[in-house]
Each structure stands twice: as C-alpha cells, then as structure tokens.
C-alpha cells in the first residue's frame, strides 16, 4: 500500500510513517519542517518539502501515482499559542486542511485518517468523555480541528470522501529510535524528563487544588504506538466501514503529581516542583472513552501502565539529549 502522510516530520506522523514502512507499505511525507526537522526523517520515506497550502504541491503529488490513503497530521499544536494568535492557528489548522481536501478531490485520492484531538470537546461535563458529547472547544487550536472536522463531513456527504477522525489524548512515550521531540516543548513528560536531566531547573504544576484526588490536573496518556496500531485499524476500516469519529485515549486518568512521581521512579533522578496557580481553560479530568474504537476497530491499547509509558520515553529522550550535547 503506498500513503501520503503531511506532517510525517513531526511526533506522531513521524512513528505512524516508521510503522507503516515497518510492515512494508511506502511512504511519502509532505511537511514544511516547520516545527520539525529533515533528520526526524525516516530514510526510507520519500519527502516532499511543502505547505499544506500550496494546493498546486499537493495535487502535484498526489497525482504522480495512485495512493491508497492520506495520513493527516500537519498542523500547529499548541493551544496556549492559539490563543495569542487564533488567525495563524485556523488558516494553518483549518484553511490547510481545506487545502489538502480539495487536492484529494481533484486527484480522486478518497481516503483519509484525520489528526483531531481531545480539545474538540472543551470544558467536559462528564468524563470518560464520549465522542457524542458535546463539543464546545475552549481555544483556537480545539476549534480549528472541529472546524476540520465538519469539512470532513462535507466532503463526505458531497464528494465521497471516506474518512476517520481520531480524537487523541494526551499522546506519550516513543517506539524504539524514535520518539517526541516538539520545539518548543509544552508536554507534561517530556518537561518532567528534562527536569530529570536538569536540563530545566523545576517543573511547574498549575493548580494544585483541583477537585482530583491529589489536587492536580488528570489526563489520559495513550502510548504512541497504540496510537499507531489505530491508525492502521481506522486505515482499513474505511474500506468496510463508513466515516466516523474515534476517541483515543487509555481510558486511564493519572494526575501530575503522578506523572512526575512516575518519572523519579524511572529515571531516579531527583524533580523539582513548584506549584503554580491555576491555568486558565485547563479541565479538571480529561479521560477518554475509546470503547467506540475498541468496538468498531478492534482497537485494544498495549500500554495501560504509566511507568512503562514513561520508560520508553525516557529511553528515547536521553538518548535525544545525550546526542544533542
Ligand atoms: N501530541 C499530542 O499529544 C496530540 C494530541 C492531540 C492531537 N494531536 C494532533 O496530532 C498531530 C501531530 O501532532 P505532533 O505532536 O506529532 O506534532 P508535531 O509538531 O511534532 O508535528 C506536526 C508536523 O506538521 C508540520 N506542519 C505544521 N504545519 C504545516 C503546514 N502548514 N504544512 C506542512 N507541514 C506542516 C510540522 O512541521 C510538523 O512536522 C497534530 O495534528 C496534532 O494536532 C497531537
């Protein structure tokens, strides 16, 4: 099978492509390397370097030969960030992936695994969340994959477009060589990790006096090569099923003050903490239900254990770090 995946420089593009050549499928990536880098590369992908919104690229290179799927996972991450700049957040997020849309249609490439994510929902009301709860997003960023979402819909209904979209947790820990490397980083463990190496002085958890069981935030982490194993699942699935939405989460939720006990644990290494207030917008609990995947995909996530999640992170990130002195 041959897949375009954009965004397959970064995190989680750059481990579903690892995975997909791993069974022997071939890969081309479309990224801009805007938040990425030419090294993160597998060498046995094709590249091409280009913007979502260069259409004519797109097309161009969708049309050089039949491929069996899009992978979408180009897009700008950072929720904090789409606040301060919610226009770059949906002409990158949004008006791109309108982009990609039209250069799939005008090929006749019809099938396609959307990146979406947890903040499609906002503030939950109940958890673990369903993918029929309401969705009321409480930034730009959750706002301009939901808007991409309703475009996948659309050209579902009008154009045949065959699609899943994956609502992601909060995705963690890494495959063996590869794993995440965001610049700059905002993820809980990766920071906690540099922390460890004292390649930050302190780790700062905003709000210790939420109504959670140490007072700290609680997050679904959800390794990244269950997430991988989804993609493959909803790739397939398209042939059989129609479009839908999926969750995918561990269905696990652990708080902060774990997260980093979790990581002394592992790298035995001292962390220190400094409590901050509250931020603005942070859910209390954010746990999936991803029993719509686990029912319909036969999608069953591997790692449910937090210290080995952590583990295969740590792995990866020191040697990330250690290479880059
Ligand atoms: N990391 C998470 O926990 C998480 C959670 C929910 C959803 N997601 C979604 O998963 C996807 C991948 O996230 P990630 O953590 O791997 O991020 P990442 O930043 O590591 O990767 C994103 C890649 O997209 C590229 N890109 C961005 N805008 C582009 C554009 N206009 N044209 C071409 N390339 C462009 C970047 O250069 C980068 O290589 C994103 O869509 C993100 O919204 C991630």
Redesign the pocket.
Known sequence: MRYLV??????????VARVLLGRGDSVTI???????RRE?LPPAAEFVE????NKGLLTETLSRTQYDGVL??????EAGESMKCPDVYFR??TV?TLSLLEAMHATGTNRLVF?????CYGEPRRTPIEEGDELKPTNA?GES?LLSEHMLRWFGTQFGMRYAAL??????GAIEGYG???EPES?LIPLVLDAALGLRKEIKVFGVDYPTKDGTCVRDYVHVADLAAAHLLAMASLDQKASAVYNLGNGQGFTVREVIESARRITGLPIAVVEEPRRAGDPAVLVASSEKAKRELGWEPNFADLDTIVDTAWQWHKRLKSDAK
Do not use: M, P, Q
């Not at 479309?30 to 990425?36: E, V």
């Not at 990146?115 to 903040?119: D, F, K, L, V």
């Open positions: 954009t965004g397959g420089a970064g995190y989680i593009g750059g481990t479309y990224d801009n390397l805007c938040h990425s993160a280009g913007d979502l919104h979408h996972f180009a897009a700008l991450i990158n997020n791109g990146s979406s994510t947890a903040a960023y994959k609502r992601y947790f909060n995705v963690a995440e490397n965001h993820h």
